[in-house]
């Protein structure tokens, strides 16, 4: 009798116990990140907090990504977004896209001219088509896309098969619960930059600086004033001898022009964290 007393205290006291224990046992789980790796160029890959997976103009095998064979095998993709159609943005697209079954998010020229060139029929539509101005819900909701423009050329396939790629273009990637991107896609700096900051708060630009093909570091400090983004990262340079601009110059020109952005240096594969 006294025993079982006894026993059915303690058992009360270590339930007790253990109630109150409870809540500092299971802290509430820390709010899921976004994630962005960069596989040099233009190509990125964006992990949302519900774990799905973004990639934009996926040219894997550029020269400077070391492990680009084996990341064109393993990639995880989603949606496939494409800027315009040059090889250097269309890049390993439809061998991502025929593995993974990623939908492709591109102007509806574009996405035609892809298409037509191998990219799955079936994971192109009236969903993840677009064209400049307009906003699309995609991921069950999570991210909305915004198509806008870029000033640029966009043709898809080599000479003599060269076909029309649409208009150039470049995303702006809002993510919910997680940061805002802005991907310039190949362009110059043009005035009506200053519409896409006015519409979205940029938490972080991704900018092409290699000079030559697009703007360098001088105009593309310039872009950043106009967009006005929280942060910055320079891409689109050193994959040829010809992209030249280089992220001290733009880093300086940044200061020169008095952009307030932070300047990011990624590294090629390393994830950053926003
Ligand atoms: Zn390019």
Not at 23 to 28: C, N, Q
Not at 99 to 124: C, E, H, I, N
Request: contains cysteine; positive net charge; glycine residues 12%.
């Amino acid at each position: 009798m006294r025993t079982s007393s006894l026993l059915s205290l303690s058992l009360v006291l270590c339930a007790a116990t253990l109630a109150h224990a409870q809540p500092a046992s299971k802290p509430a789980p820390a709010a899921a990140k976004t994630t962005v790796t960069w596989y040099g160029h233009a190509a990125f890959k964006i992990e949302t907090p519900s774990g799905k997976s973004i990639l934009i103009d996926p040219w894997l095998q550029n020269p400077t990504n070391p492990t680009g064979k084996d990341d064109v095998k393993s990639v995880k993709a989603d949606l496939i977004l494409v800027t315009h159609g040059h090889f250097d943005h269309v890049g390993d697209a439809n061998e991502i896209g025929k593995r993974t079954k990623a939908k492709l998010v591109a102007t509806f020229d574009l996405g035609g001219a892809m298409v037509a060139s191998g990219y799955p029929k079936d994971q192109f539509g009236f969903d993840t088509g677009g064209n400049f101005g307009g906003t699309i819900p995609v991921l069950d909701g999570e991210v909305m896309i915004t198509f806008v423009p870029a000033v640029h050329s966009s043709n898809i396939g080599e000479a003599p098969n060269v076909k029309p790629g649409g208009n150039p273009g470049g995303f702006v990637i809002a993510i919910k619960n997680g940061p805002t991107l802005y991907h310039t896609g190949d362009t110059d700096v043009f005035g009506d930059m200053a519409q896409i900051g006015k519409f979205a708060k940029v938490d972080l630009m991704l900018a092409c600086i290699g000079d030559h093909f697009t703007m360098g570091p001088d105009r593309a400090a310039e872009a950043v004033k106009l967009v006005k983004p929280k942060q910055v990262a320079g891409m689109h340079f050193g994959t040829f001898p010809v992209l030249n601009g280089t992220p001290a110059e733009f880093a300086k020109a940044l200061k020169k022009a008095g952009a307030g952005a932070k300047v990011v240096e990624l590294k090629i594969g390393t994830p950053i964290t926003l």
